[in-house]
């Protein structure tokens, strides 16, 4: 689900790391991301999705999550969400990429902005299978 009006955390842990093992990279600022929409893909104890995957939004996966019953794609201008299109970058909840990948539509990951927090639903052998090539 989309998480909104959630208010940054007094502050930011200065070591999260993603799934390689290195410092978090930002995943997008334009949309805004993230679960505290910081641009970063970080979780907390009230983010029950664990948005923690940094994807890169494609028309199979924008499709597949609106039949899923998650509509990324309508824009909800009351909660400042702009509606995605191809090629954003999202925050998406761990499970529900696990759930696209299963189904032939997960969209490419960032594994430099994905939080290790990912690993325990999804392994990294399949992220490494639908990663970005570094820039």
Do not use: Y
């Not at 939004?57 to 909660?79: S, Y």
């Amino acid at each position: 689900m989309i998480a909104f009006d959630r208010p940054p955390p007094a502050s930011r842990p200065l070591a999260e790391r993603n799934v390689l093992g290195g410092i978090l990279a930002t995943c997008s600022s334009d949309p805004l991301t993230g679960f505290f929409r910081d641009g970063c893909c970080r979780t907390g104890a009230d983010d029950a999705g664990v948005h923690t995957v940094c994807a890169v939004m494609t028309k199979e996966f924008l499709v597949f999550t609106v039949k899923a019953g998650n509509d990324l794609v309508t824009p909800r201008p009351q909660w400042g969400f702009p509606g995605l299109v191809v090629g954003d970058r999202w925050c998406l909840c761990a499970a529900r990429w696990l759930e696209a990948a299963e189904a032939g539509a997960a969209p490419p990951v960032v594994l430099e902005a994905t939080h290790e927090k990912t690993l325990a639903i999804v392994p990294l052998d399949l992220l490494k299978k639908h990663a970005v090539p570094p820039a």
